[in-house]
């Protein structure tokens, strides 16, 4: 069984920054690739950002230029930062991981997610 745990999250002013982590635990897999999700209630989860195991980056138009999206591969961990952040920003941010298991199945697993909330 693979696990993500989020954390990071919390209250901060509009143009201010913070930095998401999101580490896998587990044992026998390996991680493809690593992403960022965000979901509000009532609404469809939206991208934000993925990273491959190569290093090559995907971001969503609306956070181009101030997310930045980096994983360390030793310690299973994937970081978001963000900047300028913006009140629209406010949102349950989910961490999420296509991982391969010792069978050789491959597993998409998400965290559970940490609130973000941009507000003066």
């Known amino acids: 069984q693979v696990e993500l745990v989020e954390s990071g999250g919390g209250l901060v002013q509009p143009g201010g920054s913070l930095r998401l982590s999101c580490v896998a635990s587990?044992?026998?897999?390996?991680?493809?690739?690593m992403g960022w999700y965000r979901q509000a209630p009532g609404r469809e989860r939206e991208f934000v950002a993925r990273?491959?195991?190569?290093?090559?980056?995907n971001y969503a138009e609306s956070v181009k230029g101030r997310f930045t999206i980096s994983r360390d591969n030793a310690k299973k961990m994937v970081y978001l930062q963000m900047n300028s952040l913006k009140p629209e920003d406010t949102d349950v941010y989910l961490c999420?991981?296509?991982?391969?298991?010792?069978?050789?199945?491959?597993?998409?697993?998400w965290g559970q997610g940490t609130l973000v909330t941009v507000s003066s």
């Open positions: 990273i491959i195991s190569g290093g090559i980056t």
């Open positions: 999420k991981a296509t991982v391969v298991i010792a069978s050789g199945r491959i597993l998409e697993v």
């Open positions: 587990g044992s026998s897999f390996s991680i493809n690739t």
